[in-house]
């Protein structure tokens, strides 16, 4: 079956400093790659996808690189704010299959 | 278009008792799917529909569980016979085709 790994938290960081959420996943198929954000009290939002190996997702600073080799899809960021708190959850899809499969988030906690 | 509506935001029932949650997606979106979310866990799926057809359903989603998208636009999910265990948050999200989630802000359920 499909799984998603992501590394544990909670992760604090002082502002400026540089993030990585680690993921890495297994699939039957040719999964596309998704990071979402969960801010307090809402529902998620998509940060930035991967639909082939190679292939650079990005948005707000938030990079993510599909690595097929190595199956993973981490996170990074150069430079965190405290607005970036949240959690972060990274997610496969096997395009045109219907389902996702999540991992259980990570917690970024940004402190001024 | 206002994105994934949910209603209501907040639900809090008696054991045993019946509910029933709205989802309005995205009106160009063919795919509608709903998830379960439980406090430092992922999103697990239970079903999702391509247009009015319920395509998938989860082991998680028991006979108490039951889906509808009518006529191919909103979708409820009504749970039968309530437990505590089912307490939980009940996301709603919508896509076109394969690509990424466009989620709601989500349904808490309270069982007491």
């Known amino acids: 079956g499909n799984s998603v790994t992501q590394m544990e938290g909670p992760v604090t960081l002082s502002e400026e400093a540089f993030l990585t959420i680690n993921c890495t996943y297994t699939a039957t198929g040719y999964p596309s790659l998704f990071w979402y954000v969960q801010y307090p009290g809402e529902g998620l939002q998509l940060l930035l996808k991967a639909t082939k190996a190679d292939d650079k997702g990005s948005n707000k600073g938030f990079e993510a690189t599909y690595r097929k080799e190595t199956t993973s899809f981490h996170l990074e960021k150069g430079s965190v704010q405290v607005s970036d708190s949240a959690v972060y959850f990274c997610a496969l899809i096997i395009t045109n299959a219907g389902k996702s499969t999540f991992g259980d988030g990570t917690t970024l906690t940004v402190k001024p | 278009d206002t994105g994934v509506s949910q209603d209501p935001r907040h639900k809090i029932t008696k054991r045993g008792q019946n509910v029933t949650f709205r989802c309005d997606p995205i009106s160009e979106h063919n795919r509608l799917y709903w998830y379960r979310q439980t406090l430092g866990q992922g999103p697990e799926f239970l079903t999702y529909f391509q247009n009015e057809a319920q395509l998938e359903k989860s082991r998680l989603l028991s006979d108490r569980f039951s889906a509808e998208r009518p006529k191919g636009s909103f979708s409820t999910l009504e749970i039968q016979r309530t437990e505590q265990g089912d307490s939980a948050m009940y996301l709603c999200?919508?896509?076109?085709?394969?690509?990424?989630?466009?989620f709601g802000s989500g349904t808490r359920l309270t069982v007491v």
């Open positions: 999200a919508s896509s076109e085709g394969g690509h990424g989630y466009t």
